[in-house]
């Protein structure tokens, strides 16, 4: 299976998913590219160390938002990927994307959805939001991405316990830790193995 991996910082999570194939933990795949959004993160880096093709793509490099739209469906076949992986890729990807790779692409997402998801919930404001609301238990999802936002067939969840004196900052690690760089790397193991199939859900948009 050929992976391509979007992110727009760090990229905990493509190191775990980097670490799960050199590991024998994901079979069956080679991750093919590393793109992202934005100049001069770490994850591209870490795609670097490890030897893989990366590059930036950014909607600043652009016109406007059409012409970047085209340059990324284009970017995105050039790289011919069976499994596109937004591992903290926080630009809404254009309808064009999603209808030629439908099925292809998925996200993690740093809560049990439905729960804190949808516009607005990214990073730390989905964990900010969670404390907020009390919540005892929070977590991770992965998904496949359909038109809506954190709306797609969910894959694998994993839930974290919330401890006191919790911060945004302290959940959001916790949440990488036990939930996201587990759980991310077995969805990608699952899909590249063909245990997991991608059926549409019923409308879940907000």
Known sequence: MRLLVLVSGGGTNLQAIIDSVNRG???NTEIVGVISNNYGVYSLERAEKAGIKNEVLSPKD???RAAFNNAF???LD???PDLIVLAGFLVVIPEVVINKYEGKIINIHPS??????GTGYYGLKVHKAALERGVKVSGATVHFVDAGTDTGPIILQK???????DTPETLQRRIMEEAEWK????AINLIANGKVVYTKTDDYSN
């Open 25 to 27: 933990d994901i079979t």
């Open 62 to 64: 652009f016109a406007d």
């Open 73 to 75: 469906v284009k970017k």
């Open 78 to 80: 050039e790289y011919e």
């Open 112 to 117: 049990l959805i439905p729960s804190f998801c």
């Open 159 to 165: 839930a974290v316990y919330v401890q006191d004196g």
């Open 183 to 186: 759980i991310l790397p077995e």
